[in-house]
């Protein structure tokens, strides 16, 4: 499976974004996905994820009630819905992809679990 994620760009505080990830060879059905994002000299961190099923989503505390994840599998594309963007909340943002069975309450921010990543998009919060 192929990741490709796009939609970064500048905003300023308060503002939003849509990120989007489209997923080839494979369906993005069949994977459970997952945001991450990278801060300068930061290590990479957990944003949401997305069981395969469809029925469960997780989100790091910072984002929870800001940020959405969703799917559309017709699109095969997985998006990230960010509201209220704070400035240290700019980063490289990528998406990843964990195969079936690999993903749960307990392993769902860990990136070892996620076996295919796109190459990340910059998003860049400032006024």
């Known amino acids: 499976v192929q990741l490709q994620a796009s939609g970064g760009g500048l905003v300023q505080p308060g503002g939003s974004l849509r990120l989007s990830c489209a997923v080839s060879r494979g369906a993005v059905s069949s994977y459970n996905m997952a945001w991450f994002r990278q801060a300068p000299g930061k290590e990479r961190e957990f944003v949401a994820a997305?069981?395969?099923?469809?029925?469960?989503?997780y989100y790091a505390n910072s984002v929870k009630g800001r940020f959405t994840i969703s799917r559309d599998n017709a699109k095969n594309t997985v998006f990230l819905q960010m509201n209220s963007l704070k400035a240290e909340e700019t980063a490289v943002y990528y998406c990843?992809?964990?195969?079936?069975?690999?993903?749960?309450?307990?392993?769902?921010?860990?990136?070892?679990?996620?076996?295919?990543w796109g190459r990340g998009t910059q998003v860049t919060v400032s006024s």
């Open positions: 990843a992809a964990a195969l079936r069975g690999l993903i749960n309450s307990g392993t769902y921010s860990q990136e070892s679990r996620y076996h295919y």
């Open positions: 997305f069981t395969w099923s469809g029925g469960i989503t």
